[in-house]
């Protein structure tokens, strides 16, 4: 009953490691059963070992609410994957990474041989967002304080040069240097004629009621937006009957709270770049100038009739890489998902931003902070030389095995090469991307493994040192053996863990493969080893 | 048979020796760190004709002003060139990557193939820095927890502190395998310009695994025998138990020192660095597992416990 027991051990694990066998084979001839099946996992190779490229992006969500950053996020990497598909490459890899607070986009291009075209071409994939204006803010006590200090400086700077006016200095050249009017400055301060009604009352009630003509204002005029100057150059009344004023001023601009609290920066609306369907160059049907129309998926329709409903008859801000592109102002909430860019566009600025945008526009932007790229030649000598050190060290083992523990060491040999099997049907099935740090993991694995072996070797040794039957002495060896070898393996695996938490690409793989490594050698060695031991010996 | 504990005070001063010329070299050579941690770019170009000397390479590059710039043939045909990018260039304000200069380098060597190519901004290397030191110092403690766990029935037998002297034991032992390795590297760094990189910081953190896996297997057979024969001196139970063992420990450690070489010597340029720490820190490994781990739980000992 006993035997039967053991070899129906034996008869599993026959069939696990022809199995693992079939798995591991390149190409599984059509005469097995389920060849296709076996023929399907493929062996991943990482960048090192197949030549390729790595691009690490990091990605600005300063702008971004918390909650929404992770949705922003995957968006990019979907961008960047149609991007990257456009181009060719056979198994293209994008993951997003959290590194601290900040997010990055790895990019892995396998065997990518224009490594330039592609950074450049990922480089030019345009950022696009729908931003709103954000609400106006309560002003601290110092903001308001430092206005404050602005303004009384800005009176005796206005003080100072009305005095420089007033005892004779020439009003145009100091309009010129001084005024903070851009648009009248270089004039001298001229503002041209105009009537009553089209400037801030308290302007108006000066040079239409109080001065005459070529007289300077004796006091400054203070304004909405600021300390003014006023010269009133002449006066007319114009074919209609109006009278009308032509004046200067130089205009010493000053803060108002007011203004200061609305200043605040475009803010987020969730509609990006990432929502985006489709674009195209219409024509505006009244103007006939071209257009870059967009469309957006479901989700960004829906989002686009709630911004555009909050928004009526204040503007919503489209912004292309960054810079404001074109800020209308909404009318009414549009719920087609349909939106229009209208500008200064020729009808090739139109059409290469609307090929741009189709190819995908991204909703954060995204900088090149990393790369590596390891040429093919590189990748193949690499792959080749660390086989043949796998398999040294492999040999190596067994050899010293053999002549440490002759038919023991036999037994381990065939343990280890189901070990062998096993582990890489492991890493065809999970898929594990074998790297150099993953070959190097697993040679490693191969001594911890032996390990569990020798451990359990020494340990019947022990026990038949006692004076026990080989096969007692094989019992109570495993049953003693178990504690060290639990305990050993248990602290590797808890550095397995730290190394794929905390390591970044190379590290990781390494991590995992060893830990893989590591629990695949404990079955093998008190299960396979095991079995073998008692198959050799009978009771 | 051999007493591995009455030798014990030469065990001791071996180690001290080395842990002493390791932290000397840290303190005054220290440590150099890889484009990894600092950031920076490594380019490995290979000319099919044509192969210009180091001296051309570094004049044809003089026009970038590229900072802190060598110049390593790394065979007959090609060459290893680290540099770092001015940070303060527009186009790459992270100091990592600067695509057109990297093209313009490329073109003016005269467009050679570019074997491997490299370039890691300095934010990601300070962080992949922090990211190895943080590994290693939870490893330490999750390592000294587990043994503290572990050992959990010696303290109901031998009183509350016995585990927390294994976990400190394995602790120390841990402490030494680092502190060498990293000497080690510091040396060879200062006097052969080898760089530490994150597959050193790996080789360390599997060094403490192999070692920790030793220090317990020297622990299991002491904690055996303890239990088996309480009556017994602790110095010649731990004694007894180190002979038990060693042939594990030695065949265990050679086994893998093997599969390392073979790395080592087959496996390529790039891992080369990285099979040497490991051999290194297995051996060292080994080394403390038996003698010092074992040794440390006689120290500070009254003299009833263990003569």
């Given amino acids: 009953m006993r035997r039967n027991k053991i070899w129906t051990i034996f008869i599993g694990i026959v069939v696990i490691t022809g199995v693992c066998f079939l798995i591991d084979y390149p190409t599984v001839p059509d005469w097995v059963p389920g060849y296709k099946w076996f023929s399907k996992p493929k062996i991943h190779l990482g960048l090192d070992l197949q030549g390729g490229t790595q691009l690490v992006y990091q990605t600005d969500t300063t702008n971004i609410p918390d909650n929404q950053r992770t949705d922003a996020i995957e968006g990019a990497r979907d961008v960047i994957e149609r991007r990257v598909n456009v181009f060719g490459v056979s198994e293209p890899l994008i993951q997003t990474a959290e590194a601290g607070d900040e997010w990055r986009l790895i990019v892995e291009l396998p065997g990518i041989k224009d490594v330039h075209s592609a950074i450049e071409m990922i480089g030019e994939t345009p950022i696009l967002e729908f931003k709103e204006q954000a609400a106006a803010r309560v002003l601290t006590d110092e903001e308001k304080t430092a206005i404050n200090n602005y303004n009384k400086k800005a009176e005796e700077r206005a003080q100072d040069i009305l005095n420089q006016c007033l005892t004779g200095g020439d009003f145009s050249q100091l309009a010129k240097e001084y005024s903070e009017d851009q648009g009248s400055k270089e004039q001298g301060g001229d503002l041209g004629w105009f009537s009553k009604g089209s400037m801030v009352p308290e302007f108006e009630n000066v040079v239409f009621n109080t001065l005459k003509k070529g007289e300077i204002s004796p006091t400054l005029v203070k304004t909405v937006y600021g300390y003014h100057i006023i010269k009133k150059d002449d006066e007319r009344v114009n074919n209609e009957g109006t009278a009308e004023v032509r004046a200067s001023h130089i205009l010493i601009a000053v803060e108002s709270e007011e203004l200061v609290s609305k200043l605040t920066e475009w803010q987020y609306t969730g509609l990006t770049g990432k929502q985006l369907k489709s674009s195209f160059v219409s024509f505006n049907s009244q103007t006939n100038e071209p257009e870059v129309s967009l469309e957006f998926d479901d989700e960004g329709a829906k989002l686009f009739a709630e911004i555009t409903k909050r928004n009526i008859n204040k503007p919503v801000a489209i912004f292309l890489d960054n810079e404001p592109l074109s800020i209308p102002e909404v009318k009414e909430e549009i719920s087609g998902g349909k939106a229009v860019i209208s500008g200064k566009f020729n009808l090739k600025e139109a059409k290469d931003l609307s090929e741009r945008l189709s190819a995908g526009a991204l909703p954060v932007p995204i900088k090149l902070v990393s790369q590596q790229n390891i040429g093919p030649s590189l990748g193949k000598i690499s792959m080749q030389k660390s086989l043949i050190a796998g398999i040294i060290g492999f040999l190596v083992v067994i050899i010293y095995m053999i002549f440490f523990y002759r038919l023991r060491g036999v037994l381990v040999g065939v343990a280890l090469m189901v070990y062998a099997l096993i582990l890489m049907s492991l890493f065809k099935l999970i898929p594990v991307t074998l790297t150099l740090a993953g070959i190097a993991g697993f040679v490693l694995s191969l001594g911890m493994a032996v390990d569990a072996n020798v451990l359990i070797f020494e340990r019947i040794k022990d026990e038949e040192n006692l004076g026990k039957s080989k096969i007692n002495a094989i019992k109570d060896g495993f049953k003693n053996a178990w504690s060290a070898i639990r305990d050993s393996n248990g602290t590797t695996l808890i550095i397995c863990f730290i190394l794929y938490q905390f390591g970044t690409g190379l590290v990781r793989g390494f991590g995992l493969t060893l830990g893989l490594g590591v629990l695949v050698s404990m079955f093998t060695a008190i299960t396979v080893t095991k079995n073998f031991l008692e198959l050799i010996n009978k009771e | ?307």
């Fill in chain 2, 1 to 307: 048979m051999f007493n591995y504990t009455s030798h014990r005070n030469i065990f001791f001063s071996v180690s001290i020796a080395l842990v002493t010329v390791s932290i000397l070299s840290l303190i005054f050579f220290g440590l150099k760190p890889g484009i990894d941690f600092i950031g920076g770019t490594m380019m490995e170009i290979g000319y099919e004709t044509g192969t210009p000397t180091n001296q051309e390479i570094k004049d044809k590059l003089a026009q970038f002003n590229l900072k802190e710039l060598s110049v390593q043939s790394s065979s007959e045909k090609s060459f290893i060139l680290r540099f770092s990018i001015e940070s303060s260039s527009e186009i790459s304000n992270e100091g990592g990557v600067d695509e057109t200069v990297h093209q313009n380098i490329l073109e003016s060597l005269g467009n050679p193939e570019e074997i491997r190519f490299e370039s890691i901004g300095p934010t990601i290397g300070r962080e992949l820095a922090k990211n190895a030191k943080w590994s290693v110092f939870l490893s330490l403690i999750a390592i000294t927890v587990y043994i503290v766990l572990a050992f959990k029935k010696l303290g109901k037998i031998f009183g509350h502190g016995e585990s927390w002297r294994y976990g400190a034991g394995a602790l120390i032992a841990l402490a030494h395998d680092v502190i060498i390795m990293l000497g080690f590297f510091s040396l060879l760094g200062h006097f052969k310009g080898v760089e530490i990189n994150s597959a050193f910081i790996t080789a360390i953190l599997i060094v403490m695994g192999y070692s920790v896996n030793d220090t317990i297997v020297v622990y299991d057979r002491i904690r055996e025998n303890l239990l088996t024969y309480r009556f017994k001196e602790l110095n010649q139970v731990i004694s007894v138990s180190v002979t038990e063992t060693i042939v594990r420990s030695l065949n265990t450690s050679l086994t893998t020192i093997f599969a390392l070489l073979a790395i080592y010597l087959f496996g390529g340029e790039s891992i080369r660095n990285f099979s040497l720490a490991m051999i290194v820190g297995i051996g060292i490994g080994t080394w403390s597992s038996i003698v010092i781990a074992s040794n440390f739980l006689l120290l500070g000992r009254k003299k009833e416990v263990g003569k």
